[in-house]
């Protein structure tokens, strides 16, 4: 995965609270990203959070500061300013992904008559509040309703290859964030909202918004280096191959029958899935990047989920 070095960066779309520590708490009610991709680790092993939780209004007010400590992205503005840092320093190339993300669903909305509302991803170490709850870096990646941000612990990357055993890279980082960007387009959209509770099981609403989710970042995949952001140029130059596998290859070591079996060290249950088997997220993922378009992710009104 190559960046466009002259396109610039938009680093008020990332809220760095690394240096802020600001706060671990108990549990955290987190909507269309469940638990997250670590947090799944901890569910099947240790029963350690609840289900999925949903506000039943979403809040758009953005209070992180006060939620989840001190704001600081001057490091971020000094190191980040044009795709030739992104080509060389990995927060860089986060938020050159973050912008591309967020411009193509600024797009989408817009041919449909629609506008994108564009939120932060809060760079966080150790622990953080928000408006779901407070949350440790073991949940993983997620986004929250309740201020409609999206969380992430860069050190989750290192785990994804350390305990996972995926292959990493630039663009497997892409798809993870844009699988929450995808939960993201489910609130906006009132998606998130028709599904309420734990149910899990193999067809159950939480299933069908995690496929829905890979299927939207396969869909950004296959417009990344067509989709321009504010710089008025498309900030992503290449994506390979090898790219799609690194990819794919994550999509299948976050599936539930995958953390049962492999992590868990337990017998497939799919009556306890909540995001979907390895099959499945590659072929939603799949789907979205053979298509390019957003219609063709509706997993809710299919019987054939993968």
Same mark, same amino acid.
């Not at 829905?212 to 950004?220: E, K, R």
């Not at 299948?252 to 953390?259: L, N, P, S, T, Y």
């Given at each position: 995965?190559?960046?466009?070095?002259?396109?610039? !960066?938009?680093?008020?779309?990332?809220? %760095?609270?690394?240096?802020?520590?600001?706060?671990?708490?108990?549990?955290?009610?987190?909507?269309?990203?469940?638990?997250?991709?670590? =947090?799944?680790?901890?569910?099947? +092993?240790?029963?350690? *959070?609840?289900?999925?939780? +949903? &506000?039943?209004?979403?809040? *758009?007010?953005?209070?992180?500061?006060?939620?989840?400590?001190?704001? #600081?992205?001057?490091?971020?503005?000094?190191?980040?300013?044009?795709?030739?840092?992104?080509?060389?320093?990995?927060?860089?190339?986060?938020?050159?992904?973050?912008?591309?993300?967020?411009?193509?669903?600024?797009?989408?909305? /817009?041919?449909?008559?629609?506008?994108?509302?564009?939120?932060?991803?809060?760079?966080?170490?150790?622990?953080?509040? $928000?408006?779901?709850?407070?949350?440790?870096?073991?949940?993983?990646?997620?986004?929250?309703?309740?201020?409609?941000?999206?969380?992430?612990? +860069?050190?989750?990357?290192?785990? +994804?290859?350390?305990?996972?055993? /995926?292959?990493?890279?630039?663009?497997?980082?892409?798809?993870?964030?844009?699988?929450?960007?995808?939960?993201?387009?489910?609130?906006?959209?009132?998606?998130?909202?028709?599904?309420?509770?734990?149910? $899990?099981?193999?067809?159950?609403?939480?299933?069908?918004?995690? !496929?829905?989710?890979?299927?939207? /970042?396969?869909?950004? @995949?296959?417009?990344?280096?067509?989709? &321009?952001?504010?710089? =008025?140029?498309?900030?992503?130059?290449?994506?390979?191959?090898?790219?799609?596998?690194?990819?794919? #290859?994550? @999509?299948?070591?976050?599936?539930?029958? *995958?953390?049962?079996?492999?992590?868990?060290?337990?017998?497939?249950? &799919?009556?306890? *899935?909540?995001?979907?088997?390895?099959?499945?997220?590659?072929?939603?993922?799949?789907? =979205?990047?053979?298509?390019?378009? &957003?219609?063709?992710?509706?997993?809710?009104?299919?019987? %054939?989920?993968?």
């Amino acid at each position: 995965m190559r960046f466009n070095e002259d396109a610039d !960066l938009d680093v008020s779309q990332v809220e %760095d609270l690394r240096g802020s520590g600001g706060g671990v708490g108990g549990r955290v009610a987190i909507g269309g990203g469940g638990l997250g991709i670590v =947090g799944l680790v901890i569910y099947f +092993l240790f029963s350690q *959070f609840g289900g999925v939780q +949903l &506000p039943a209004t979403p809040s *758009f007010g953005l209070d992180q500061v006060e939620q989840g400590g001190r704001v #600081d992205n001057s490091r971020l503005a000094e190191e980040c300013r044009t795709g030739a840092d992104a080509n060389t320093k990995q927060d860089c190339a986060l938020v050159a992904v973050i912008n591309s993300i967020q411009g193509y669903w600024k797009q989408q909305f /817009a041919s449909s008559g629609r506008t994108y509302q564009a939120v932060p991803t809060n760079f966080f170490r150790g622990g953080v509040n $928000t408006r779901c709850g407070s949350a440790t870096s073991d949940v993983g990646p997620f986004y929250c309703p309740a201020d409609s941000e999206v969380y992430i612990d +860069l050190g989750f990357f290192t785990e +994804l290859r350390q305990k996972f055993g /995926a292959q990493g890279g630039t663009f497997t980082q892409a798809y993870v964030l844009a699988h929450e960007y995808g939960h993201h387009v489910q609130n906006l959209l009132g998606t998130s909202r028709q599904v309420r509770g734990n149910a $899990t099981g193999p067809t159950s609403g939480s299933v069908r918004l995690e !496929l829905q989710a890979d299927c939207y /970042a396969g869909a950004w @995949a296959n417009h990344a280096t067509t989709t &321009p952001t504010s710089s =008025g140029k498309p900030l992503i130059t290449q994506v390979t191959q090898q790219d799609i596998n690194g990819a794919l #290859d994550a @999509a299948a070591r976050i599936g539930d029958d *995958f953390i049962q079996s492999q992590l868990g060290g337990r017998r497939v249950d &799919p009556s306890q *899935f909540s995001h979907g088997s390895s099959q499945q997220r590659q072929k939603w993922f799949t789907t =979205g990047l053979r298509t390019g378009n &957003p219609a063709a992710c509706d997993t809710f009104r299919t019987n %054939d989920l993968g």
